[in-house]
């Protein structure tokens, strides 16, 4: 059966270096990244060059910040493992398109749909959002809302969920 990897977790919480960590176990020299950030700045600019450095050159990078589930689907037969990291910035860029949560909700199903079709191994990340306080604005309250729902489908139809805390994995499920 092939292994579906959920890691959440706030922020530095050291989701992304457990998530290459499992995805390194994974047999095969074929590995994809798909990165969903869009660097609007100097700053974000730097976080994706320090990413790219903690992988390695062995591992291909394809850019999805919208068309994630089709990116998954279509590189997932030729490839032996993916990452995507993250979920919680593919759903800001989402709502950078439309601000309509419903025409959003509808790429959660084709997302979890896309993960149960691939053909390798796929590791996922996300940040856990809903632990603090309720936003004060409508914005902030869609986004918070928006990820809760995606990580909740996502969660469901992996095999295994972890939730990394000060940098420790913590199993959650699987």
């Known amino acids: ?18 998530a290459l960590e499992t995805a390194h176990k994974f047999s095969g020299n074929n590995k994809v ?9 100097d700053e ?4 994706v060059a320090r990413h790219r450095q903690e992988r390695s050159q062995a591992w291909k990078t394809i850019e999805a ?34 601000d309509n949560s419903d025409k959003i909700e509808m790429q959660i199903p084709r997302l979890t749909d896309a993960i149960k079709k691939s053909h390798c191994p796929i590791v996922l990340v996300s940040n856990e959002v809903g632990q ?23 969660a469901g139809c992996a095999n ?11 199993k959650i499920k699987g």
């Open 132 to 154: 603090g306080i309720v936003p004060e604005n409508k914005l902030a309250r869609q986004f918070r809302d928006l990820v809760g729902y995606v990580n909740q489908a996502v």
């Open 160 to 170: 295994e969920v972890i939730w990394t805390v000060a940098g420790i994995p913590v």
């Open 44 to 47: 974000m600019n730097q976080r």
């Open 65 to 98: 910040p919208i068309r994630l589930p089709e990116a998954i689907i279509e590189i997932s037969p030729s490839s032996d493992a993916i990452i995507v990291d993250c979920l919680t910035l593919w759903i800001s860029n989402l709502l950078m398109d439309s």
């Open 33 to 41: 990244f798909i990165a969903t950030c869009i660097p609007h700045d």
């Open 1 to 18: 059966m092939k292994k579906t990897v959920f890691v959440l977790g706030g922020c530095r919480s050291g989701k992304s270096s457990y």
